[in-house]
Nanobody, 115 residues
Framework: QVQLVESGGGLVQAGGSLRLSCAAS????????MGWFRQAPGKQRELVAL??????NYADSAKGRFTISRDNAKNMVYLQMNGLKPEDTAVYYC??????????WGQGTQVTVSS
């Protein structure tokens, strides 16, 4: 079955950096898109960044601070987060869309930014 294993979350001071990693396995027909979503307490899950084919998309809040990258050979996706702000505090979820199978989510990794 499809498994997504995230790592790299933690506690960081405002202005600091973190790098999230996600390894996908059991992807069968191949991955169409990979990305990251986040959910803060009391809020809906929202897109942070997505990479599909040769294009990337970022939430406005992530532009200029976060960079998503993908290693197709390893079925991995990364999120480099710089200039972190307290409002970036959330659980971050790895996301993949797999051909013919649909959407899958990781278990989430906590990112906490202290002021």
């Amino acid at each position: 079955q499809v498994q997504l294993v995230e790592s790299g979350g933690g506690l960081v001071q405002a202005g600091g950096s973190l790098r999230l990693s996600c390894a996908a396995s059991g992807t069968g027909f191949g991955i169409s898109a990979m990305g990251w979503f986040r959910q803060a307490p009391g809020k809906q899950r929202e897109l942070v960044a997505l990479v599909s084919g040769g294009s990337t998309n970022y939430a406005d809040s992530a532009k200029g601070r976060f960079t998503i990258s993908r290693d197709n050979a390893k079925n991995m996706v990364y999120l480099q987060m710089n200039g972190l702000k307290p409002e970036d505090t959330a659980v971050y979820y790895c996301y993949v869309n797999i051909y013919r199978l649909g959407d899958y989510w990781g278990q989430g990794t906590q990112v906490t930014v202290s002021s």
